[in-house]
């Protein structure tokens, strides 16, 4: 039986997205602003949570109402059939999100809401299930336009860029799907020669590794679905074995990572070890502007500091020129893919752009941006006109 599903996602990964699901054996499936929509069954749902490396979680589409009042939503909710998907003892949470509502309080809507969802439970059950808006086993998600409501039942729990280990302690810049989505943008492919030279924590690294060894990002964590009363566990066991037999094994990998800061190689190294691919990637501290490429020819990913994280102003803008003569000098042969949210970067780095690509990290408005880094380019030629964005 099919149902239909709502997966979100970073924006601009949407087409990347509905690839994937499409991939997984989605129907129906249709990319719009912020995620993809698409229909499957219970083994498309299992697949997507364990498989997917860009959706932010994957909601169940349970109810669809016009409305014109709170009223109108809380009829929905207490029509939904929730006694079928989970029981009282499963503590909720109620999100709600939207898009032109003319509705005066979002926070009384999600009320009405909890009330239509408790008021189904007592009906059914004589009891209602909890408020735990920490660590819910059920999330139920609410999306309203102007005059539209759509209930989903999240089958993930926690977001999906979650990877099921626990990274060390530092501040994360960028979310593992927005990292699984630059390296696609990027073309790179497992076998070919990776660099992150301001690696961080390894975001971009791990992410590599796992697609290189072939390993489901979901393969170390557990899904909201599973503590639904229509669970198939065989199923589910069937699809996990086989994401684990098809897994490769390789020592090591053509996959590189430096930064300066001694402290963010070591949180790395943590967290490629809980990832279990210790010793998979090369780790250095070096200073990028000192760098040297590890091979010929090869992809160069990364997330630069800019003003909102590190640096500000005239320090960090006489920095990019000096980035700009490293890739040029030490890097002829490969492609070079950095995100960014300060667009003064494609100005001042003296590189020429050979492409844009708009997306959101959060809620920044940044572009990956793309050089092709060819022998003796020269500095006039590579600060003229900019292409448009694609």
Known sequence: MSETFFAPCPRGLEQLLADELTACGASSVAPTHGGVSSEGDWAYAYRVNLESRLATRLLWKVGFTRYRSEDDIYRLASAVTWARSFDTINPIRVNVTSIKSPLKSLNFTTLRIKDGICDHFHAIKGGRPDVDTVSPDMRIHAFLTEDTCTLYLDTSGEPLYKR???????????KENLAAGILKISGWQPGQTLLDPMCGSGTFLIEAAQMALDIAPGLGRSFAFEKFRHFDAELWRQIRSAAIQRQRQEPTLPIFGADIDPQQIRAAEANLEAAGLAGKVELLVCDVLDLEAPDDSGVLVSNPPYGVRLSTGDELHDW????????KRGFAGWNAYLITADLAMAKLIGLKASKRTPLMNGDLDCRVFEFKLVAGQNRERQQADQPAEQ
């Open 164 to 174: 099921g280990f626990k990274r060390a302690k530092v501040e994360a810049s960028i």
């Open 320 to 327: 990019y020129p000096k980035l700009g003569d490293t890739l």
